[in-house]
């Protein structure tokens, strides 16, 4: 209690009494307002128009193509040559080891597909802490209460209980289940496979029986994970739609709407935000001063260029 | 025993250079009466010592008469000696109570049926027919001394060159284990220029073979006889006192590892690989090991394993490289396998340190416990990967996977519905405005 009230004490000395006036609101409102016009074309920017007049959303920047290339590569590689492994007691699954050049071989291949994973991983995690701490943003993953309630729609929505399905942003439940459950995996992958790596190693730290466990808990993640891939991430992305975002880095505005509504509307809110504000601009008013224009009137307006 | 063609076979190949003809004919009949006097004055002159001059023998052919008889008036004597090129001396007495115990005395086998070089009785030494009197100076020869050895001139160099000359013989009826043999580690060292390779007799004996299982020790002993040091070990490992202490009919010989016949040497590129197949062909026999308490999921276990796995995949290769991981006997010990409770052993717990060390040149004292010692994960033994297993077994494997198809399931059943839905209002729509269209001119389509 009396330290609370010295930090007061101390507060209201250090700093002098404010007074709001007129200039300094208009200050503040002008930042207020680069702020949004600067998040605006952030969203915006992802806007692209062809040279046909169809829009394009940009939905994946070229790293995050790469990422997904690499681990996409690096993870079949691995639960081919895993899988392989664990199941080589069967004649043919031996024939066919022996066939591609021997068990040592297929040891490599899973190394340096292992390296390249961990690798990506490593990227992606720099990445991911650049953007909390150094942008000071939470990515789209990050999980919210919306989901939860997202999934129970969809589960009525499915039993004919809801007349529409959810409305997804950014990312919807199903790929946010598919990315923690990856997270998951990589990290009881990498960690148990550096055990099975390098038991000489661990043993100097661990008991000897973090190696048969973790044996044990690379084999039955690896078959959870590539079933994982096969039914949950191949039925969303290549059965129920076709999606090819993530290769091409876009989105048609029709997958869009379909898909991720409540991102769209921002992007386009953003769009629209844009440019209203140029008009002002042009129009030597203060921006947003004039009343706004009808939202159809902009919305209708396909005369955006490519702003990349 | 040979076969009747072969013999007459081999009869013909000698006909051409001798044809029996009316005289030849006589001369047997009279060899035949001969045998006979010799054997009833064998007891008569001795006793009256009187000899009266025997007709000597002409050389006759052996396929003729009853061989053995022949052959046993001489080789049963313990005087008669034959000369070597090289000066040695070499006893040529058969002991013929040993040879008719025999296997082949058994199966009543001549002489000549090992012995087909020797084609006429008395028969050629040095190169050269000899005669009776050579030997038996009192039938008109050199005079004999008391005790003085019957020395015939033999037409090989020395006693291996001879063993090795009347070994073939083996072959006209062995065919298939002469076969198995050709690629055998023996055979090998033979080829490179040692004679002194065991070859057939060396190890069954000439004149007094046995069968070589009974007892089966026999079998190890016999390949003692060379292989002393390893033997020796051999013999007091589980393996070999089982065998020779016990009753234990089932525990290895030499020849149930390393094969009889076609023996390898453990040198061979593939005895590495295929030695977890010679171990678990016993050790993974559920029927066999029960006998002894053994457990058999000492096999899987090592399948199931990175050192397992991997010598077995190189196994099924069948390329000549050998694995690196470790085989059955790279822990257990080859000849000196003692059971895992004896302090000596190579895997009695206070030496397994030092075990993987073999390999693993920097394991510390909890590197052994990285491998559960052929156990299966018990939920009393390793609580931890018991419920691991489980876990993922029964609970996220099912779970997760039955979760994500439950709800796929419904997501398609909507998907379905949805798009039958549309189809179907489409449908309706079209039909309606059809019907618009055509106004009644479409009365035939439906009943009414």
Redesign the interface.
């Given at each position: 209690m009396i330290k609370t009230s010295i930090k007061k004490i101390n507060r209201s000395r250090l700093t002098p009494v404010h007074q709001e006036d007129e200039a300094d609101l208009q200050r503040i409102k002008q930042e207020l307002l680069n702020k949004r016009i600067r998040e605006a074309r952030k969203l915006a920017l992802r806007i692209i128009t062809m040279l046909n007049g169809r829009r394009l959303i940009r939905r994946f920047d070229l790293s995050q193509s790469y990422q997904h290339l690499t681990l996409l590569t690096s993870f079949t590689l691995l639960a081919f040559t895993g899988l392989l492994q664990t199941y080589s007691a069967h004649a043919p699954v031996a024939a066919v080891i022996n066939f591609l050049g021997g068990v040592d071989d297929l040891r490599t291949v899973h190394r340096l597909a292992a390296i390249a994973l961990i690798a990506v991983t490593i990227y992606h995690a720099w990445q991911i802490l650049e953007t909390w701490f150094v942008r000071r943003e939470r990515g789209g993953m990050w999980p919210r209460v919306k989901d939860f309630h997202d999934f129970v729609h969809m589960i009525l929505y499915n039993l004919d209980r809801r007349p529409h399905p959810p409305a997804f942003d950014r990312f919807s439940f199903d790929e946010k289940i598919e990315y923690w459950a990856l997270i998951w995996g990589q990290i009881v992958m990498i960690a148990t496979g550096v055990i099975m790596w390098f038991p000489l190693f661990v043993t100097k730290i661990l008991p000897g029986d973090a190696i048969p466990i973790a044996r044990t808990l690379h084999r039955w993640e690896a078959i959870l994970a590539v079933l994982s891939i096969l039914i949950w991430h191949m039925y969303h992305t290549q059965i129920k739609t076709r999606n090819t975002s993530i290769f091409t880095g876009f989105m048609s505005e029709e997958e869009m709407i379909h898909e991720h509504p409540l991102e769209y509307r921002r992007i386009i809110a953003a769009h629209e935000f844009l440019q209203r504000v140029q008009a002002d601009k042009v129009a030597g008013v203060t921006p947003l001063a004039s009343p706004s224009g009808g939202d159809a009137e902009t919305a209708s307006t396909p005369s955006l260029t490519v702003s990349q | 025993m040979i076969a009747k063609g072969e013999r007459s076979s081999q009869d013909d190949a000698r006909g051409r250079a001798w044809r029996p003809g009316p005289r030849q004919a006589l001369a047997v009949l009279s060899c035949i009466l001969i045998a006979l006097l010799m054997l009833m004055a064998a007891s008569t002159v001795q006793a009256e010592a009187d000899p009266t001059p025997l007709p000597i023998p002409t050389p006759t052919p052996l396929g003729e008469v009853s061989a053995d008889a022949n052959c046993r008036m001489c080789h049963t004597d313990h005087n008669f000696r034959g000369r070597f090129r090289n000066g040695d001396i070499i006893d040529l007495y058969v002991d013929s109570g040993r040879f008719d115990n025999s296997v082949h005395g058994e199966a009543g086998l001549e002489c000549i049926a090992c012995h087909p070089q020797t084609t006429s009785y008395p028969h050629e030494a040095g190169g050269k027919q000899i005669d009776c009197v050579v030997c038996h100076p009192e039938e008109g020869g050199k005079p004999e001394k008391p005790g003085e050895a019957l020395i015939t001139n033999l037409p090989y160099e020395d006693a291996r060159d001879m063993t090795l000359a009347i070994n073939d013989a083996c072959r006209s009826c062995h065919k298939e284990e002469f076969k198995a043999a050709t690629d055998s580690a023996h055979v090998k060292v033979m080829k490179a220029g040692n004679i002194y390779a065991p070859v057939c007799v060396d190890c069954h004996g000439s004149h007094d073979t046995t069968p070589p299982d009974q007892p089966r020790a026999k079998i190890s002993r016999s390949c003692g006889e060379c292989h002393r040091s390893v033997y020796t070990t051999y013999r007091f490992s589980v393996h070999g006192s089982a065998l020779e202490e016990g009753s234990d009919s089932d525990a290895p010989t030499c020849v149930d590892c390393h094969g009889a016949h076609q023996v390898r040497g453990p040198r061979n590129p593939s005895f590495r690989d295929d030695s977890i197949a010679i171990c678990g062909g016993c050790h993974a026999d559920k029927k066999l090991m029960s006998k002894y308490g053994i457990s058999t999921d000492v096999f899987q276990t090592y399948?199931?394993?990175?050192h397992g796995?991997?010598v077995?995949?190189?196994r099924?290769?069948?390329?000549q490289?050998q694995a690196s991981e470790a085989t059955c006997f790279d822990c257990h010990g080859i000849h000196n396998i003692l059971p895992p409770d004896d302090p000596r052993s190579s895997i009695y717990p206070s030496n397994l340190q030092s075990t993987c060390q073999q390999c693993?040149e920097?394991?510390?004292i909890?590197?052994?416990?990285?491998?559960?010692s052929h156990y299966i994960?018990t939920r009393e033994e390793?609580p931890?990967?018991y419920f691991?297993?489980a876990i993922?077994?029964f609970l996220?494997?099912p779970g997760?996977?039955g979760g994500?198809?439950v709800?796929?399931g419904?997501?398609t059943?909507?998907?379905w519905?949805d798009k039958r839905r549309k189809k179907r209002r489409a449908v309706a729509i079209a039909e309606e405005e059809l019907k618009e269209e055509l106004g009644d001119d479409q009365d035939f389509y439906q009943e009414d």
């Open positions: - | 399948l199931s394993d990175f796995r991997s077995n995949l190189y099924l290769s069948g390329s490289r693993h920097d394991a510390n909890r590197f052994p416990a990285a491998w559960l994960p390793t931890l990967l691991i297993n993922y077994q996220l494997i997760v996977v994500f198809l709800y796929i419904l997501d059943r909507k998907r519905s």
